[in-house]
């Protein structure tokens, strides 16, 4: 057993009520907030530090899931923009932030980090959560 939060979610993924949708290789699952309307996150099912780690075939196939999720959430919320962030330095667990972006925010041109400070004032209800993943789901391939 690992420390890893990633994992631990892993082992409680069943009952994640931000569980959108699984893949063969990930879960996605809706954001801990929603600052960015539809932002995701889409979790690798193994303790894995760095993509670069992984095999071609996988790299391949985590690409796939990550392009899959992505139109999902395009198709649901229809955002001007998509940025993907693949970072890892807190979690050292593979995942892939999926943010949608959106012209009517004064930063779109920005990173979405600009105002990291405001997204726990976003975190939103159970019953909201099911009502966005219901969307997302809906365009799931
Ligand atoms: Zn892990």
Redesign the pocket.
Known sequence: M?N?G??HR?DNIATDTALVHEFENSYLLLGNHQYFRGYCVLLYKR?VRELHELDCNMQTALNHELMLATQAVVKAFEPWKINHACLGNR?Q?IHWHIIPRYETEADHQYDPWRHADEFDKWTISDSQKQELIALIQKHIA
């Open positions: 690992n890893c990633l994992c892993l303790h979690d667990h």
